[in-house]
């Protein structure tokens, strides 16, 4: 178990702001967490638990406690001809977990490669790319439930997943810790080609394997999202809002070339980053805050951003979208004030 007081959080979310927390507590196992979880102290305090920090905006220092999980591990739970099912420690590195995947020829998360972040955290957000979600390969999750200090598993079913939401986000329900995923890989891919440039990029390569895909979504992103290495981001900061298919032909008389994706009975996806493009941000910054010129859905700290400048920026977005379109963009960030 590891405890930090004032601990910079500035390598704990890829914004890179240099907030502190008051308390920064680590464990390794699920007995330390079980630990950590009946400390009165604990118990009464005001705690978050974080993954990578990659969806995350802290808006000033934390007074209170962040909890992080250093439970690693990646093993074979069962095994048939056709799948196998991974048990991944939480604080795995998800794109680790995609890269082992892979080179083991199990197919169901290559489309997910070089997203950043956790395991953990993966599974409560529900992240998504190129026409697959994680939910698609998650058989469970073992959790703890922070309140009552319960040990669960949640079938796939429990997780209640829709697009970039899950039941560990809906915050009327209590806050669970997940300490393993349990991902279902196929030995026999079916592979999703479905998004345009994924395909189209495919074209170049001799064969479609699960290398290739993996290669190809890590082409597609570097050129597309930066690096939170080299430039701070939390990847796209609004999710991509679910409209009405008759209100969504009013903007398209207005926007023929407007994007979209069907979203079920009488609903229509459009990107966000469209609609914040078409506003004008696309490229510009206001101080140390940018708007990334190749996705406007990404707000880049161009070095020295505070959180609240961000929160600033991501507003007056909003206000634009919502003036323009008449659509009210929903931060995919969790704002941390
Ligand atoms: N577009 C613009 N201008 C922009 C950005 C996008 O016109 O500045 C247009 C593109 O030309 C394209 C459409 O919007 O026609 C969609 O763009 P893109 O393919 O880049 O995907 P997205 O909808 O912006 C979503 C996810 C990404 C994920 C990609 C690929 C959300 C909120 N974002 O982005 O996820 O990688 O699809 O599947 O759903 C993330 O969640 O952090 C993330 C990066």
Request: net charge negative; with cysteine; hydrophobic share 35%.
């Amino acid at each position: 178990m590891r405890i930090e007081e004032n601990y910079s959080l500035e390598k704990h979310n890829t914004f890179h702001l240099p907030v502190k927390t008051r308390w920064f507590m680590e464990y390794v196992s699920e007995e330390e967490l079980s630990r950590i979880l009946s400390d009165e102290y604990v118990q009464e305090s005001y705690s978050l638990h974080i993954g990578g920090g990659s969806n995350l905006l802290f808006l000033h220092d934390f007074n209170g406690i962040i909890l992080h999980s250093a439970i690693k591990g990646i093993t074979i739970s069962e095994e048939t001809d056709a799948q196998v099912i991974l048990r991944i420690g939480a604080a795995e590195k998800w794109d680790d977990v995609v890269e082992y995947a892979v080179k083991n020829g199990w197919g169901g998360v290559e489309n997910l490669s070089y997203i950043p972040g956790e395991a953990g955290a993966a599974a409560i957000q529900n992240i998504g790319a190129y026409g697959v979600e994680i939910k698609n390969c998650i058989e469970k999750v073992d959790t703890y439930n922070q309140l009552t200090r319960e040990k669960r598993v949640f079938t796939r079913e429990a997780c209640e997943y829709s697009y970039r939401h899950s039941y560990f986000k809906n915050e009327h329900n209590d806050p669970h810790i997940i300490t393993y995923i349990y991902l279902r890989l196929s030995k026999k891919p079916v592979f999703t080609l479905s998004y345009g440039n994924l395909s189209t990029l495919l074209n170049e390569y001799p064969e479609i394997t699960l290398t290739n895909i993996r290669e190809a979504v890590i082409r597609i992103r570097k050129e597309k999202l930066p690096e939170p290495e080299v430039l701070g981001n939390a990847g796209s900061f609004f999710t991509n809002p679910v409209i009405l298919q008759e209100y969504f032909e009013k903007i398209r008389e207005k926007y023929p070339e407007i994007p979209f994706y069907p979203a079920g009975e009488n609903k229509v996806k459009v990107p966000a980053g469209w609609l914040i493009e078409q506003c004008g941000f696309r490229g510009k910054s206001h101080g140390s805050v940018g708007v990334y010129e190749k996705q406007a859905l990404v707000l880049v700290n161009l070095g020295g951003a505070t959180g609240d400048e961000i929160a600033l920026v991501a507003e007056s977005i909003r206000t634009a979208v919502s003036e323009q379109f008449g659509i009210d963009l929903i931060p995919e960030v969790k704002y941390v004030g």
